[in-house]
């Protein structure tokens, strides 16, 4: 059974850092595409973090919104992917979700619905 793990949510103040992860099991991760997305209440879910498979040249790519504070990385040998989020804004709370696509393509990378697998969410709650 694949399932997909987040962990490192949490209550934080504005201008703190954070580190999500979020790790894979019941199959190999490695050759696939990385996404985090969040949903904040009352909101659709959007686009935060990409990570391409290596087959789509492994390129990151991020909403504006957090372009410059967040990184996405990933370590294949865990079947781990990382969102490491930096000056955090109150406007960052919401329930965030990673996603696994397979490599077998990549466009529509912000895509809610071409993602293969979900995780369950992790909260982070940004205070002002």
């Known amino acids: 059974q694949v399932q997909l793990v987040e962990s490192g949510g949490g209550l934080v103040q504005a201008g703190d850092s954070l580190t999500l992860s979020c790790t894979g099991s019941?199959?190999?991760?490695?050759?696939?595409?990385w996404a985090w997305f969040r949903q904040a209440p009352g909101k659709e879910r959007e686009f935060v973090a990409a990570?391409?498979?290596?087959?789509?040249?492994?390129?990151?790519y991020y909403a504006d919104s957090v372009k410059g504070r967040f990184t996405i990385s990933r370590d294949n040998a865990k079947n781990t992917v990382y969102l490491q989020m930096n000056s955090l804004k109150p406007e960052d709370t919401a329930v965030y979700y990673c996603?696994?696509?397979?490599?077998?393509?990549?466009?529509?990378?912000?895509?809610?619905?071409?993602?293969?697998?979900w995780g369950q969410g992790t909260q982070v709650t940004v205070s002002s």
């Open positions: 019941g199959r190999t991760f490695s050759s696939y595409s």
């Open positions: 990570f391409s498979s290596v087959y789509w040249s492994g390129t990151t």
């Open positions: 996603a696994a696509r397979s490599p077998l393509g990549f466009t529509g990378y912000d895509t809610p619905s071409k993602y293969d697998y």
